[in-house]
């Protein structure tokens, strides 16, 4: 009975972002956002890594700043560092988390392309290159062909980019991806 109690606030919560989504992909990013923050509100910074990932992933693209944008994509990794096989599989729409990763991993390096960090970007190509068999076959989906189209255009055009000498990354970000903080979310104004 509880299980059927969580399956349904699952549903819920996922329905909701749901909804924001498509209101994001409709063209009113500033909406989105306001309600993204509204839904972040009531996950919480501890609530469920399923709805966290989930959101900061959507939320990242609705975001004017790239600094914001790479923000909500680290809060997303950091959930997904959070989140169980069975956590996934009481969701409906239930993947392998590690399919999760590649685009994760490819949207940091998009983030940090824009942001001029070439070596960060580089970073997360290699991470996302190192899972992207978790995908499966490229034919078997639209989903897993694109995001690997995805990475190899973004791995073009880093290359071509200063620092490709082998410039390093520092890791000291005390166990956060991309070493950035975390931090709350800005509200938008």
């Known amino acids: 009975m509880a299980e059927q109690g969580e399956q349904a606030a699952d549903d819920a919560m996922m329905s909701r ?3 924001v989504v498509m ?16 839904l972040w509100a009531e996950i ?6 399923l709805h966290r990932c989930t959101l900061a ?11 914001d944008e790479l923000a909500w994509d680290l809060r997303a990794l950091s959930a997904a560092d959070g989140l169980t096989e069975e956590r996934l599989a009481v969701h409906e729409q239930s993947l392998a988390l590690r399919a999760l990763y590649p685009s994760l991993h490819l949207n940091l390096a998009a983030d940090y ?25 490229s034919g078997s989906s639209d989903y ?4 690997r189209a995805a990475l190899t255009r973004l791995e073009k055009r880093v290359t071509g980019l200063p620092g490709d ?3 390093a ?3 000291s970000d005390g166990g956060r991806p991309g070493g950035e903080p975390l931090g709350p979310p800005r509200s938008s104004s």
């Open 57 to 67: 992933h959507y939320m990242a693209d609705t975001q004017d700043d790239p600094s």
């Open 17 to 19: 972002i749901g909804q």
């Open 144 to 147: 897993a062909a694109g995001v």
């Open 44 to 49: 919480g910074e501890d609530g469920d890594p």
């Open 23 to 38: 209101l994001a992909h409709a063209g009113d990013r500033e909406e989105a956002r306001d309600r993204f923050l509204g």
């Open 165 to 167: 000498a082998g410039e």
């Open 113 to 137: 392309v824009k942001l001029d960090r070439p070596a960060a970007a580089r970073t997360h190509l290699q991470r996302a290159w190192a899972v992207v068999d978790a995908l499966g076959d």
């Open 169 to 171: 990354v520092e890791e």
